[in-house]
């Protein structure tokens, strides 16, 4: 025993020797002029002796030492016969003049030494200034602006939103042909016009043509495209037919067959982008649709906890998880997220996990732990609550494995909510990941906390009237922690958006309070109605709210609703549905309001007309107006 402890004693000195020697060697390197430490570097490398590497301990890398003091960095080979034993060396010493006497050596010199690639770090890169103002943007030339600058100005204008009050968009096919055509477009190029014609507001002018030409210019020149291009290019059409009504399906054929044959390298998470751009879209076809959810299936452990998440739905809407095996899958991807130290984001935790609950995908197991997991780190639900774990400079420097890139990239979609891939629109590797842990472990604000509580009040209803058993199954932390956010009251801030837009219920509103009729909005749980009577637990809606949806929302909304109903019927209200199809179909106010009264009699909700109110006992009238006045405060 007492000879291996020796011995061990004796390899780890040895260890700490060569690792001093090798860093001597190093500093010579960096100490010696460029041409110099080339001859050493080409001697090295000329012998027959094996080399020793920085990448045994520490990554290798082409050029100089990369980072080596933080172990990120490699080394040059470095022969036995270049390290010097009897040379003192410290940390301290690195950086520092050889000798007392030499000078040291300005930062002048240290960079010029960084240029020639003596060591490898980057300098900091200044933004050009901009080619012109915005205001100058409305009244600009393209023909004399060079080609970045046009691709610039015409980017900048659909960022700030300018329609017809600008010429850009009317003098742009010609620009581009005075430029030299499509042809001589470079893929970037054609990307940036593409996703700014996507951009610009729906009043701009569009040339159907130019669009043909850009597309096509994509289609004779595909493998040039890179798969972020790619990616880019599907999105552009894809919100240029949502939002002008484009139909190009020769494009979209040649578009998803390109997409299906790179499955080896195009990423999961690209995948499910195309699939959130155009998988709603008629011409893109089931058979697309099957194909690339088949893709992502295969590797779904690549994928980070948020975009798994999203791409739940989408293996749902093609019945994947009917396939043997794959609901076992998904389980134990999650399953294995959960168990990593740093996926410790309860925000995140959440809501990634909420669709495999909502589908019905979670085992109990999984939902126990899951549950479990959002206790531990004390999940904020109100203002000012933050996680349990504190943040530290560990935790910063550590790698968030379930935490997407997607989550932590600014969105260059502000502003575009209505589209369903508008968040974080084009994700990619990034280094900010610390920024998002840093976040999650601040004290939530009102928006935070709202959307937490809402997520884990429709978990607990989603449980309590459609899988009780479940529920009953659950351990005691984990109940805990759903009977805390049912007793919880949601008071969502203005900038929270709930699932109904606000054009959903506009019109049927505005005419039952033409008509006399006293409905208001409320919230119970985590649903807001728009017409309900909170005191008869009565709510007014359309039949087929999803139907004034765009149609990449329509089937996703439909589920939404339904559930809502369901609860809501389950808690006790009474839910009235007004045949949307027959009210569209009237002409006239007056027609309107005359079927909103037959619809008010038919489902004896008379009581809530002022006139019939006031008829029977004016204190009647009072009290409705009052109750009505509070809860709109408190909504507001």
């Known amino acids: 025993m007492a000879a291996s402890s020796l011995l061990t004693a004796a390899s780890r000195r040895s260890f700490g020797w060569a690792l001093r020697c090798c860093w001597a060697h190093q500093r010579r390197l960096l100490s010696a002029p460029p041409e110099q430490a080339g001859s050493w570097r080409s001697s090295s490398s000329s012998s027959s002796r094996k080399p020793i590497r920085g990448g045994d301990a520490l990554p290798p890398q082409s050029e100089g030492m990369g980072d080596g003091a933080d172990g990120r960095g490699g080394g040059p080979e470095i022969l036995f016969e270049d390290i010097l034993p009897d040379q003192p060396f410290s940390w301290q010493d690195e950086g520092t003049p050889k000798a007392a006497g030499d000078a040291q050596e300005p930062q002048e010199d240290w960079e010029d030494a960084v240029l020639a690639g003596v060591y490898s770090r980057k300098k900091p890169q200044q933004k050009k200034a901009a080619p012109l103002a915005d205001e100058a943007l409305l009244e600009v030339d393209l023909s004399k602006l060079q080609r970045d600058e046009l691709i610039w100005a015409v980017g900048r204008a659909a960022t700030l939103r300018l329609g017809k009050e600008t010429r850009i968009w009317r003098d742009l096919p010609s620009a581009i042909a005075a430029q030299g055509g499509e042809a001589e477009l470079s893929p970037s190029d054609v990307c940036r016009l593409l996703q700014a014609l996507a951009y610009a507001p729906s009043e701009a002018p569009l040339d159907k043509a130019l669009l043909r030409r850009l597309l096509k210019a994509f289609a004779l020149r595909p493998r040039e495209y890179s798969d972020e291009r790619l990616m880019r290019v599907v999105y552009a059409y894809g919100k240029l037919a949502a939002k002008r009504g484009v139909r190009m399906p020769r494009f979209i054929d040649f578009a998803t067959s390109e997409v299906v044959e790179r499955d080896l390298t195009l990423k999961g998470w690209r995948k499910v ?16 649709r099957s194909i690339l959810v088949g893709q992502v299936v295969k590797n779904m452990k690549e994928l980070d906890a948020e975009c798994l998440g999203r791409f739940v739905p989408m293996l749902v809407e093609a019945k994947f998880h009917e396939r043997p095996g794959v609901v076992n899958a ?18 995140l935790i959440l809501h990634s996990g909420l669709p495999l609950l909502l589908y019905d995908l979670m085992k109990t197991s999984l939902l126990t732990k899951w549950l479990e997991r959002l206790q531990q780190l004390q999940l904020p639900l109100t203002t000012g609550a933050m996680p349990r774990k504190p943040f530290t400079e560990a935790s910063e420097a550590a790698p968030l494995e379930g935490a997407s890139p997607e989550t932590v990239e600014q969105d260059p979609m502000a502003g575009l909510s209505d589209m369903p891939w508008a968040a974080s629109e084009f994700p990619g590797p990034s280094a900010k990941a610390p920024q998002a842990r840093q976040k999650s472990l601040l004290p939530a604000d009102a928006l935070r906390a709202a959307k937490n509580l809402e997520a884990l009040k429709l978990a607990e209803l989603c449980l309590r009237h459609e899988r009780p058993s479940t529920l009953q199954s659950l351990s005691p932390r984990a109940s805990r922690l759903l009977a805390t956010a049912r007793q919880m009251s949601l008071e969502p801030p203005e900038d929270l958006q709930l699932p109904e837009l606000p054009h959903v219920f506009g019109e049927l509103g505005r005419l039952f309070r033409a008509s006399g009729v006293l409905l208001h909005p409320t919230v119970y749980g985590p649903y807001l109605l728009e017409l309900s009577d909170p005191l008869g637990r009565v709510v007014v809606e359309w039949d087929t709210n999803w139907s004034l949806y765009p149609p990449w929302r329509r089937v996703r909304h439909e589920q939404y609703v339904k559930r809502k109903h369901k609860h809501l019927k389950a808690e006790g209200w009474k839910v009235h549905c007004v045949p949307q199809a027959e009210f569209a179909a009237l002409t006239g106010k007056e027609a309107k309001i005359s079927f909103l009264l037959d619809f008010v009699s ?3 909700l008379e009581y809530l007309r002022l006139e019939a109110a006031s008829r029977k ?19 507001s």
Not at 273 to 288: D, H, M, Q, T, Y
Not at 330 to 347: E, Q
């Open 602 to 604: 038919k489902h004896r």
């Open 330 to 347: 998904l389980n134990g991807v999650y399953k294995r997220k959960l168990k990593h130290v740093n996926f410790d984001d309860p925000d």
């Open 273 to 288: 982008r195309i699939l959130e751009a155009i998988g709603s879209l008629p011409e893109a076809g089931p058979e697309f």
């Open 617 to 635: 006992d004016p204190v009647v009238v009072v009290v409705v107006v009052i109750v009505a006045v509070v809860s709109c405060c408190c909504y």
